[in-house]
């Protein structure tokens, strides 16, 4: 490549997806060295598999960032949410709230990322790597499209107009305590799951809050629980119904927790 011009901006571009691939391969070693010691693998064994010493070994079990990393991704996380109709096309301050903690969440696994803003027409191209995208299925048809494939979930409409997630087996019901008739429980509920992309070459994260707090109340719950719903689902597609309780004024979301537990796909 001879013009400079055009090698910098290769250089440039080779070095990022080089680095990138250093911290996933430096994760994916560090999970292994956990599995390897937790199923019956000596500090001896694994040095001898890698061929270094036992005080190397040491040294990278402790290196790189924590295995749950993969869950959201391996280079570049886009969280997209919604444009909201209104006299000015508007995005809700849960969804805004909810899209900058998915980001502050993935910049503390070692993940660069950036928001990104669904139209209010609910287009998506869902068709990308390292996507996460806080829209229900009433808000988006691409969403609503791909929704439908799930085996274990639906969001639905009740009789008497609210919406609500149910499990496809048990016919189990959850709707939103802030929707009860008989008062205004500041709680909600929203889906959390991982779905097969359109063009069938991956998988895409769907929260989807039956209230838009309810997505806030997922960000809160991975803040917190990243690492054992990684250890449950993988990165293999699942979903669940997470609950949350939150502030009334400012809804910030004060509490959140599984209420469903983690619904495999493949189990079905």
């Known amino acids: 490549m001879q013009d400079h011009a055009l090698r910098v901006k290769a250089a440039a571009e080779l070095m990022t997806d080089l680095q990138s691939a250093v911290i996933e391969t430096s994760r994916m070693r560090k999970e292994s060295i956990a599995w390897l010691r937790k199923n019956g693998h000596s500090m001896a064994d694994v040095a001898k598999l890698m061929g270094v010493s036992r005080a190397r070994v040491a040294q990278l079990r402790d290196a790189g960032p924590p295995p749950e990393r993969a869950f959201l991704g391996t280079q570049y996380v886009q969280v997209a949410v919604p444009t909201r109709p209104g006299e000015r096309e508007y995005v809700a301050v849960e969804d805004s709230s909810t899209g900058q903690r998915m980001l502050a969440l993935a910049q503390?696994?070692?993940?660069?990322?950036?928001?990104?803003?669904?139209?209010?027409?609910?287009?998506i191209d869902l068709?990308?790597?390292?996507?996460?995208?806080?829209?229900?299925?009433?808000?988006?048809?691409?969403?609503?499209?791909v929704f439908h494939q799930d085996p274990r979930l639906t969001f639905e409409t009740l009789p008497d107009g609210r919406w609500a997630l149910a499990e496809r087996e048990s016919g189990k019901v959850?709707?939103?305590?802030?929707?009860?008739?008989?008062?205004?429980?500041?709680?909600?509920?929203?889906?959390?799951?991982?779905?097969?992309?359109?063009?069938g070459q991956g998988t895409f994260l769907l929260i989807a809050g039956v209230h838009a707090v309810g997505s806030l109340g997922v960000a809160h719950y991975l803040s917190e629980n990243l690492a054992s719903l990684y250890e449950e689902a993988g990165t293999s597609p699942f979903s669940m119904v997470v609950?949350?309780?939150?502030t009334p004024g400012d809804k910030s979301v004060t509490a959140s927790r599984s209420v469903s537990g983690v619904l495999l796909h493949e189990a079905v």
């Open 127 to 145: 068709n990308r790597d390292d996507l996460v995208v806080v829209c229900g299925p009433k808000s988006s048809a691409d969403v609503a499209a």
């Open 174 to 199: 959850y709707t939103s305590p802030s929707d009860d008739p008989g008062g205004t429980t500041p709680a909600d509920v929203a889906y959390l799951g991982r779905l097969p992309r359109p063009d």
């Open 243 to 246: 609950a949350c309780d939150y």
């Open 108 to 123: 503390s696994l070692q993940l660069e990322g950036e928001l990104q803003y669904i139209p209010v027409s609910g287009e």
